[in-house]
C-alpha cells in the first residue's frame, strides 16, 4: 500500500508560497497522485471555518498537532477562503472513484495533550468527518 498527504506535497510541486496556491492547486496535486498510482491518501477534510472559530474560542494547550491540519489551517488564515477539501469533496470523491484511491480522513484536531482530549474543537470535526464518511 502507498499513500500520501497531498497538502504536504502541494507546495513542493509548485515551489510556490503556501498563501499562493489555489483551491484548484490541491485538487490537482489529489489527481496527480491518483494518476501516479497511490492507494490512498490522506486529507484533512474535517477542518473548516466552523472548526476554526472553534479553534479560536476555546485555546488548546497544544493548538493544532497535525502536520497536514495545521498547513489547511494557514492556508484558510491566510486566503480567507474554506478549506478546499471541503468545499470541493465532491469533486475530489470522482477523482478517487475514477482511480480506485481510498480517502483517509485525516483529523486535524486530534488532541496532543489530555487537556485537549474530546475538547470541542475535536468534536466539532468529528462530527463534520462522520458527514464526510456518509457522503463517500
Known sequence: MI???PVYDSVIH????LDTLTARDF??????????GV??????CGITWKTIDQIKKHKRKMN????G?????AWMCMTGEESPFYEYYDEILDVCREYDVTIS????CRPGCLADATDVCQIEELVRL?????RA
Open 39 to 44: 492507494d490512498f491518501v490522506t486529507l484533512h
Open 105 to 108: 480522513l485525516g483529523d486535524a
Open 130 to 134: 462522520g458527514e464526510l464518511t456518509k
Open 3 to 5: 499513500g500520501t498527504v
Open 69 to 73: 491540519g495545521s498547513l489547511v489551517f
Open 14 to 17: 509548485y515551489q510556490r508560497d
Open 64 to 67: 493544532i498537532v497535525s502536520q
Open 27 to 36: 485538487i490537482d496535486v489529489i489527481r496527480l497522485h491518483a494518476q501516479d
